[in-house]
């Protein structure tokens, strides 16, 4: 079946810098991936996603490149804040191969804290 | 997009109690909700799939009997947690998709549910 591996956290940076999120998975058909976000206190909220093979997702300067060959798609962001401190999760939707469009096959998360 | 409200964001019962949790879709109607659970240093689950106006689709190895989902309205679906055990605290979140944005999800904020 469909998975998502993500790195494990807690992931600690010092607000500047740069930050990668590894996320690799599995998958029968073609999925779409996406990263989600979860502040604290709040609900999960979608942060970028990419379709195809080499498509670019990006949004408030995180971007994830939706690499085939690698079955990876690796969260970056070239300079953190305070604020993007929350639990980021990887997440594929795999419904090309007759999967349920709106299901998602989650990562377990990782707890990004960035200190001032 | 769309906003996703629950009710209540936390809750604590007794053991063998009932506990019933909401999820409203604010601003559009919802014919599908999903039921996620949430492990503490855990990836969501997808527990079921609430259908307005039918039987929800639940996923493999979760009891329907012990996790009632009713969808009576387009904007409403309730997730009842019957004869509470302390293996059932966890974090219960809910989310929708909307038509034209396939894969992603619309989540709420998610319910606490503490079993003593």
């Known amino acids: 079946g469909d998975s998502v591996t993500q790195m494990e956290g807690p992931v600690t940076l010092s607000e500047e810098a740069f930050l990668t999120i590894n996320c690799t998975y599995t998958?029968?058909?073609?999925?779409?991936l996406f990263w989600y976000v979860q502040y604290p206190g709040e609900g999960l909220q979608l942060l970028l996603k990419?379709?195809?093979a080499d498509d670019k997702g990006s949004n408030k300067g995180f971007e994830a490149t939706y690499r085939k060959e690698t079955t990876s798609f690796h969260l970056e962001k070239g300079s953190v804040q305070v604020s993007d401190s929350a639990v980021y999760f990887c997440?594929?939707?795999?419904w090309g191969s007759g999967g349920s469009n709106y299901k998602l096959t989650f990562g377990k998360g990782t707890l990004l804290t960035v200190n001032p | 997009g769309a906003v996703v409200s629950q009710h209540p964001s936390r809750v604590i019962c007794k053991s063998g109690t009932s506990v019933k949790i909401e999820c409203r879709s604010l601003?559009?109607?919802?014919?599908?909700m999903f039921w996620y659970r949430q492990f503490p240093k855990q990836s969501l689950m997808l527990m079921a799939t609430?259908?307005?106006?039918?039987?929800?689709?639940?996923e493999q190895g979760v009891e329907k009997d012990k996790f009632l989902i009713n969808h009576a309205s387009l904007t409403l679906s309730t997730l009842t947690v019957t004869s509470a055990h302390p293996e059932d605290s966890s974090f219960y979140i809910c989310?929708?998709?909307?038509?034209?944005?396939?894969?992603?999800?619309?989540f709420g904020e998610g319910s606490r549910l503490t079993v003593l």
């Open positions: 997440a594929l939707s795999d």
């Open positions: 990419a379709t195809k």
């Open positions: 998958a029968t058909g073609y999925p779409s």
């Open positions: 989310s929708v998709g909307l038509a034209g944005f396939p894969g992603e999800l619309f």
């Open positions: 601003d559009f109607q919802a014919t599908t």
């Open positions: 609430s259908n307005e106006g039918s039987k929800a689709t639940y």
